[in-house]
């Protein structure tokens, strides 16, 4: 059974950072992209991130690039992404994926999904 858990949200000011963890289990492949996905009130899930199952690509919407870097630790089976300089429109719920496809963070594509952790950025 494929089991995808997010932790490391939180609340946090504005220039603040916080790191998300996604520790996914059960999958039968080595060769899977895992994606980082949100979603604000009212808006559209927006993909935000995606790393290649050896680590060595990865992908970032103009929204955060600059300021999020995505990793992965193999031998942990855990996704990272590290939220810099975060600003108020960054607030919304993270979710990660797993995908056998490419890293464009088409949210279709993705075959397993987390349940989502809460990052809200406020002053």
């Known amino acids: 059974q494929v089991q995808l858990v997010e932790s490391g949200g939180g609340s946090v000011q504005p220039g603040g950072s916080l790191r998300l963890s996604c520790v996914a289990s059960?999958?039968?492949?080595?060769?899977?992209?895992i994606g980082w996905f949100r979603r604000a009130p009212g808006k559209e899930r927006e993909g935000v991130s995606g790393i290649s199952s050896s680590g060595g690509s990865t992908s970032y919407a103009a929204s955060v690039s600059g300021r999020f870097t995505i990793s992965r630790d193999s031998a942990k089976d855990t996704v990272y992404l590290q939220m810099n300089s975060l600003k108020p429109e960054d607030t919304a719920v993270y979710y990660c994926?797993?995908?056998?496809?490419?890293?464009?963070?088409?949210?279709?594509?993705?075959?397993?999904w987390g349940q989502g952790t809460q990052v809200t950025v406020s002053s």
């Open positions: 994926a797993a995908t056998r496809y490419g890293l464009g963070l088409v949210a279709d594509e993705y075959d397993y």
């Open positions: 059960g999958l039968t492949s080595d060769y899977y992209v």
